[in-house]
């Protein structure tokens, strides 16, 4: 069971921790937290692509901030329903990805592996890094991953 502070739907930093309440799910809050995420990719990707990458900047620093505030708050060091670093992770997999249902899910897919399975560098990262920068950081890592083996399958279908 995901037990969730009372705070998450009261203060506004821990709102978007939880990724605007997707991390409040009793089973495998990551994941609809990345569901949500993926539901918001729409409209970001209709930006211009410097516009999307600050965003993306953004939105990975106000992360570092509202993760260590949530889990200093909370007394628990990347609770399970903080889902705000899965958005940034899943937004990184889709920079410079066609906005279609087949590559959004294939994004999801991936992006959810390598943040489920953490191989090395990324279970190093999660391991070692800590505070906001390290509930972050593993998953910016996996959100890279994906986005480079994402590429290298739009290029072998575009072969």
């Not at 990719?41 to 620093?61: C, E, G, H, K, M």
């Not at 903080?82 to 999801?108: H, K, N, Q, R, S």
């Not at 991936?110 to 920068?133: A, M, T």
Request: aromatic letters at 16%; hydrophobic letters at 55%; a neutral charge.
């Amino acid at each position: 069971m995901n037990s969730v502070p009372a705070s998450a739907f009261k203060n506004p930093i821990h709102l978007l921790a939880i990724g605007l309440g997707s991390g409040a799910a009793a089973k495998a809050p990551g994941t609809w937290g990345t569901l949500v995420a993926m539901v918001l990719y729409w409209p970001l990707s209709q930006l211009d692509n410097i516009v999307y990458f600050v965003v993306l900047i953004v939105a990975t620093l106000v992360g570092f901030y509202i993760c260590d505030k949530t889990s200093r708050d909370w007394g628990v060091h990347d609770h399970k329903a903080i889902v705000w670093d899965e958005f940034v992770g899943y937004w990184i997999t889709m920079f410079l990805i066609p906005a279609t249902w087949y590559w959004m899910l294939t994004g999801f897919v991936l992006f959810r592996l390598f943040d489920i399975w953490k191989p090395w560098p990324i279970r190093y990262l999660d391991r070692n890094v800590k505070g906001g920068v390290g509930i972050m950081v593993d998953d910016i890592a996996a959100g890279l991953v994906a986005w480079a083996v994402l590429h290298i399958i739009i290029q072998i279908v575009a072969l």
